[in-house]
Structure formats: structure tokens, C-alpha cells
């Protein structure tokens, strides 16, 4: 079964917006509202940054939002920070042979 | 606070075995499905394997089906992956996680994790 498919890096200037896409299947992403996605820096465990599509934890930024459309869902990280570069992952239940699913991750610059 | 622990990991050649556990502290272990997720040196996650809150719901990867097994101690507040006929490319860091709910839908939530602990399966 195929990982979810994220871009393999993307970059952007503090104080800018960005997207990070992750693809899925009507298996996955596209029939049930339970993709999280998380944050790791080098070395260390990654954050749950949002959950079940759109919700954040406490304590996680309001510049983090998530959402959903068919089989594709979107992490936005608004008024960017140099902090925020990192690693970001992409997960979802999945209905086929594996349980959960985890994108390939995708490496933010923040230039 | 919440805490999750593991230890057991270390070197083993290849076709060995080890037990990885997590110990969890700061929350009610038992009302928490876990999972235990890896990620092999300079890769991205990979999801291991589940076990709900009851134990009654155990799913694996299809890369470590019949090799590995996952359980739970509720009276120790521990999480365990035995690891047997390991092979190279098992070599990575290996997590467990809290799910945020029971639900094993929800299973791809994770809230709370371990620092990691290492496994190298090398000749």
C-alpha cells in the first residue's frame, strides 16, 4: 500500500503563508476525517501539530490550520517563522492493509 | 506531566532478537491505545504497529507482520514490541506513541511521544 505523497520540500520567507499538500486515496485521506500531521526537528520526536483534519492541540499556534478536500489534505502554516522549519508528516487511518499511513514527509525552509 | 520511556534497543545481528518497552507515566494507561512507529536513519515515519486500550485490537505493518508482537502491561503501565528474526533494514529509531483516543480510527493521532531509542541490526 502507498505511502501518502507530500512534496519532498518546500520554502518560504518569515511572514509568509505556505501549504503543504498530502495526497491520499479515497482508502485513506478521502473517506475518513483522520489525518494528523506533525512537526519533528533533527533529532527529535515528532509534535502532533493537528488531528483529526482541522483540530489543534493545546498549546500548538494558531498559525497552524489544517483541511480536507477529496482525497488531498493541507496543512497551512500562516505568518511564518524561522522556528518553523522542520519536518512535516503528513498520517491517516486507512482502511487497507495498513492501519496508518504516513506521508513521505516534506522539509520546510523558512529563508 | 505525560511521559513515555523506552529502553531496549541497542545492536543485534542479523536473525536476533530484542524487546523494546516503553514505560508510561502521568496518565491513565489503560483508558489509551499506543502505538509503536520507527523511523530508520535519515527516512521519514513509519507506522509499526497498534494496540488498543483493552489489548483486544493488535494490527501490524505488513514489514514486520509475524515477526514482531506488540502488548501491554496495565498493572506496569508498559508498552512492549518483541522483535524477533530482525533484519537490516529493522535498523531505526524506534517510538511509542500515545493515540488520542481509543478509537481505532483515531489511530493516526498521535499526542504524545517517547524520546526514541535506537535499534541497529548489522553483521
Known amino acids: 500500500q502507498s505511502a501518502l505523497t507530500q512534496p519532498a520540500s518546500l520554502s518560504g520567507s518569515p511572514g509568509q503563508s505556505i501549504t503543504i499538500s498530502c495526497s491520499g486515496s479515497s482508502s485513506d485521506v478521502g473517506s475518513y476525517n483522520y489525518v494528523s500531521w506533525y512537526q519533528q526537528y533533527p533529532g527529535k520526536a515528532p509534535k502532533l501539530i493537528i488531528y483529526?483534519?482541522?483540530n489543534r492541540p493545546s498549546g500548538v499556534s494558531g498559525r497552524f490550520s489544517g483541511s480536507k478536500s477529496g482525497n488531498t489534505a493541507s496543512l497551512t502554516i500562516s505568518g511564518l517563522q524561522v522556528e518553523d522549519e522542520a519536518d512535516y508528516y503528513c498520517?491517516?487511518?486507512?482502511?487497507?492493509?495498513?492501519?496508518?499511513?504516513f506521508g513521505g514527509g516534506t522539509k520546510l525552509t523558512v529563508l | 506531566e505525560v511521559q513515555l520511556v523506552e529502553s531496549g534497543g541497542g545492536w543485534v545481528q542479523p536473525g536476533g532478537s530484542l524487546r523494546l518497552s516503553c514505560a508510561a507515566s502521568g496518565f491513565t494507561f489503560s483508558d489509551y491505545s499506543m502505538n509503536w512507529v520507527r523511523q530508520a536513519p535519515g527516512k521519514g515515519l513509519e507506522w509499526v504497529s497498534y494496540i488498543s486500550f483493552s489489548s483486544n485490537t493488535i494490527q501490524y505493518a505488513d514489514s514486520v507482520k509475524g515477526r514482531f508482537t506488540i502488548s501491554r502491561d496495565t498493572a506496569k503501565n508498559a508498552l512492549s514490541l518483541q522483535m524477533n528474526n530482525l533484519r537490516e533494514e529493522d535498523t531505526a529509531v524506534y517510538y511509542c506513541?500515545?493515540?488520542?483516543?481509543?478509537?481505532?480510527?483515531?489511530?493516526?493521532?498521535?499526542?504524545?511521544w517517547g524520546q526514541g531509542i535506537l535499534v541497529t541490526v548489522s553483521s
Open positions: 498520517t491517516s487511518y486507512s482502511r487497507g492493509d495498513t492501519l496508518v499511513l
Open positions: 506513541a500515545r493515540v488520542v483516543n481509543r478509537w481505532l480510527l483515531a489511530a493516526a493521532g498521535m499526542d504524545y
Open positions: 483529526d483534519v482541522t
